[in-house]
């Protein structure tokens, strides 16, 4: 049975680097990376660029965000796990991504079902992986400790991910918060 460890904490908070550490000292064997960011600009670039090199290259790298069971079923193996970083990112993706929305004026009934649609991937994920050999690794940002929100997208946005951090922790085995590079554990 698949274990679930959650990693969340604000933006720069050494969160990925405790998660790969983490991994690290469990010693797994077999390592897959789930990069959810897609690289729009520069600046991405550089960051998966620094992922890339804090990793290592013993990782297999799996890049996407929607259908996230299809993308890794091929690549599990025993003694291994997943590093999903991160679920932010994939929350983006799938709200944005192929879609075209009027957010200012969106009814909540439009809003449940793209909330829903995200839901069911991440839970799909989850599911998937308790009934693997197989761990995985959730990096999210917590970002409802900030200001609220300007325009509706960021405030859809802020809700939604508040919501599916709140579901993987839930489901989690281990939790853990980082903050100014110090990891504390939840549970």
């Not at 009027?102 to 069911?120: A, R």
Request: charged share 30%; glycine share 6%.
């Amino acid at each position: 049975m698949g274990r679930i460890i959650y990693f969340t904490g604000g933006s720069r908070s050494g969160k990925s680097r405790h998660a790969e550490q983490y991994i690290i000292d469990k010693e797994y064997k077999n390592r897959i990376y789930l990069a959810t960011a897609i690289i729009f600009d520069d600046e991405m670039k550089a960051r998966v660029a620094k992922h890339r090199e804090q990793r290592g290259e013993n990782w297999i790298t799996i890049e996407g965000y929607k259908n996230t069971v299809e993308l890794i079923k091929f690549h599990i193996k025993k003694e291994g796990v997943i590093l999903l970083d991160c679920l932010t990112n994939m929350i983006t993706n799938l709200m944005i991504m192929e879609k075209e929305y009027d957010w200012d004026h969106m009814l909540d009934e439009e809003l449940t079902l793209i909330e829903n649609d995200i839901k069911k991937e991440v839970e799909k994920l989850l599911e998937y992986i308790k009934s693997s050999d197989q761990d995985i690794v959730v990096v999210s940002n917590e970002i409802g400790m900030g200001i609220i929100p300007a325009y509706a997208l960021g405030r859809h946005f802020r809700d939604i991910c508040g919501r599916m951090n709140q579901m993987v922790a839930a489901k989690a085995d281990e939790a853990y918060f980082v903050v100014s590079g110090i990891k504390m554990k939840l549970k």
